[in-house]
């Protein structure tokens, strides 16, 4: 059972630069996750989707855009990275709202 | 909106001896409970869950927690704990009426002596 598998698992980026954080799930869940985790602080919520085309901000969305073309994919886009997004990032996915969430491995994204 | 404290950000016990983590929240109704497991480096594992019925929940590892609504926590427990359950674990909280997603607490680094 693979359940929520992020890509990549590290990376390292320039100011300025720009990438997607991938994420899939294949337990046909709804509803779809983005946090970020910084030492000290727990799990901010970025991102959230409740169905393929429909996705929401959380918490903490500035810097960041998704989307949600299919049930399965729910990638997660940095346009300008900026030393401030750098974070472990944790995709997740739950069949109903406010239920337990299935957590990815994260992606640990630093920028320099 | 709702809220999770966790007071203790770093708690160290022996091996063999009992723990207790504690976890307080602000919401204005019964809410859902979560207790997360993080080992270095991993995602976070899902320890046990409240919604509603029996206050005392059990959930894997030996874990049990319990709801008292009095007191607004929902606070776990261990009666003897192993190495392996060094970790950092997180309480948190869903709004049955409110948005999505949970809202998590920072965290309790646990370490456990020999």
């Known amino acids: 059972n693979a359940g929520v598998t992020q890509t990549p698992k590290f990376r390292i980026l320039k100011i300025g630069q720009s990438m997607t954080l991938q994420c899939t799930q294949d337990?046909?869940?709804?509803?779809m996750y983005w946090y970020r985790q910084d030492p000290g602080m727990g799990l901010k919520l970025i991102y959230y989707?409740?169905?393929?085309?429909?996705?929401d901000k959380g918490e903490v969305p500035n810097g960041y855009n998704v989307s949600r073309s299919t049930t399965e994919d729910f990638p997660l886009r940095l346009e300008l990275a900026a030393p401030s997004q750098t974070s472990v990032y944790f995709c997740a996915s739950s069949e109903q709202r406010v239920t337990e969430a299935f957590f990815g491995q994260g992606t640990r994204l630093t920028v320099v | 909106a709702q809220s999770v404290t966790q007071p203790d950000i770093h708690i160290t016990v022996s091996e063999g001896a009992s723990l207790e983590l504690r976890c307080n929240y602000s919401?204005?109704?019964?809410?859902?409970l979560f207790w997360y497991v993080q080992s270095p480096g991993q995602g976070l594992q899902l320890l046990l869950k409240?919604?509603?019925?029996?206050?005392l929940v059990q959930g894997i590892k030996g874990f049990e927690a319990e709801f008292k609504r009095s007191q607004s926590s929902f606070n776990l427990r261990k009666p003897s704990v192993h190495w392996s359950d060094a970790a950092e674990y997180f309480c948190a909280v869903g709004a049955r009426g409110g948005a999505d997603g949970l809202t998590f607490g920072k965290g309790t680094h646990l370490i456990i002596q020999p």
């Open positions: 919401y204005g109704a019964t809410p859902y």
């Open positions: 337990m046909n869940h709804n509803y």
């Open positions: 409240y919604f509603s019925g029996d206050t």
């Open positions: 989707s409740v169905g393929a085309g429909i996705t």
